[in-house]
């Protein structure tokens, strides 16, 4: 299974983007997905998933009300919409895959993992 995540750039404050985590080589209504960033010197840190299902979503508190998660699974992609976008939300953004019917907060239940995409904030 492979996971491409894309999407990100350079924005200011107050922006908008949509990050996208295309998944191949499985059969993607299997799995749930979920974002994952890492700061510079920080650790890697929950930011939403989505169960496999699409029923069932979480959001990190810092997120909450700004992100907005989906998928779309005629084209095997979930989606990251990250709006009033923060400094703070500066980040190496990864996606990831888990075999299962929940959505997870916790990076260590991941199979698989996409290179990440870079967004980085202006204030």
């Known amino acids: 299974v492979q996971l491409q995540a894309s999407g990100g750039g350079l924005v200011q404050a107050g922006d908008s983007l949509r990050l996208s985590c295309a998944v191949s080589g499985g059969t993607f209504s299997s799995y749930s997905v979920g974002w994952f960033r890492q700061a510079p010197g920080k650790e890697r840190e929950f930011v939403s998933a989505?169960?496999?299902?699409?029923?069932?979503?979480d959001f990190a508190d810092s997120v909450k009300g700004r992100f907005t998660i989906s998928r779309d699974n005629a084209k095997n992609t979930v989606y990251l919409q990250m709006n009033s976008l923060k400094a703070e939300d500066t980040a190496v953004y990864y996606c990831?895959?888990?075999?299962?019917?929940?959505?997870?907060?916790?990076?260590?239940?991941?199979?698989?993992w996409g290179q990440g995409t870079l967004v980085t904030v202006s204030s």
């Open positions: 990831g895959a888990l075999s299962g019917w929940l959505c997870s907060d916790h990076d260590y239940e991941y199979d698989y």
């Open positions: 989505i169960s496999r299902s699409g029923g069932s979503t």
